[in-house]
């Protein structure tokens, strides 16, 4: 059966991907005095409060529409996403943008790009997101300053030591998941919306949910034995430290405070 239609005819490549523009537009979404560092490829970025440089990896520069038609997807359910085939022609592509990259991009990162951009206008509001919660942090260490943070960091040590001594292998960093979860919700108050953290975080659960099902052999039964609805393995399954909340925790957060926000002032809510 015939799927195609005259507009899919049409050239797949977008308009010419401009690299300085981009930069410039992601600078204006910043603070004037922090730094930038483009070129990490890892889903997220990251921010050095004490240097205020926040390192974006290169797929924030992107846009939907640069993404040539073919390599469109609907999500961790379409076909093609544990294809080695269609991944390795995604790679052949991104490195054609993203001359900083290392020659081998893992699976797991070229997955990330495709499922994260595969709204347009989510994926916009998503790395907006993104930027605010590393600016976010810059605030944070403002307001708690650098001893009350090297404290809490201290704390974090000596209660995992601790700890582990009476046999809690990985016991979460409290004070460093607490200062995620400010983040999140400053960055979204800063925004005045949810929705690009929400889409965010729901992303990179469902890349954590269908790479595990992958890895566990697509066996319903060896993925629950390890790993929770969320993608995230149980606790005696734990490889590291926990430092950040989980997904499910940041989407609940986020999705909290979005439900305020619609309900904010709204006295007879509830009662009719
Ligand atoms: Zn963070």
């Not at 050239?11 to 603070?31: K, N, W």
């Not at 390599?71 to 001359?99: C, K, Q, S």
């Not at 005696?236 to 999705?255: C, G, W, Y």
């Amino acid at each position: 059966m015939a799927i195609s239609t005259a507009s899919s005819h049409t050239s797949s490549t977008g308009a010419a991907f401009d690299f300085r523009e981009r930069v410039r537009e992601i600078r204006q979404m910043l603070p004037w005095d922090v730094r930038t560092v483009i070129g990490t490829f890892h889903p997220c970025p990251r921010v050095n409060t004490a240097t205020r440089t926040i390192h974006i990896p290169f797929w924030m520069l992107l846009k939907s529409a640069d993404i040539p038609r073919e390599f469109r997807i609907t999500g961790t359910a379409d076909p093609r996403f544990f294809n080695p085939d269609f991944l390795t022609e995604f790679a052949n592509w991104y490195a054609t943008v993203d001359h900083s990259a290392p020659e081998v991009f893992s699976y797991h990162s070229l997955q990330w790009v495709l499922l994260v951009s595969r709204d347009s206008e989510q994926y916009e509001k998503s790395k907006r997101f993104a930027l605010k919660h590393e600016v976010a942090h810059l605030v944070y260490a403002e307001q708690q300053g650098p001893n009350k943070l090297k404290l809490h960091a201290g704390w974090d040590c000596v209660e995992g030591q601790v700890k582990r001594l009476f046999g809690n292998r990985f016991p979460p960093r409290k004070y460093q998941i607490k200062q995620e979860r400010w983040c999140d919700l400053h960055a979204a108050q800063a925004l005045g919306e949810e929705a690009g953290g929400i889409y965010f975080f729901s992303s990179l659960r469902d890349l954590e949910i269908a790479g595990k099902r992958h890895l566990f052999g697509n066996d319903p039964r060896e993925y629950a034995i390890r790993c929770d609805i969320n993608g995230d393995y149980r606790p005696e399954f734990k490889t590291a430290r926990q430092s950040h909340p989980t997904n499910a925790v940041r989407i609940d957060d986020l999705m909290r405070a979005q439900f305020e926000r619609a309900h904010a002032g709204n006295l007879e809510f509830g009662f009719k």
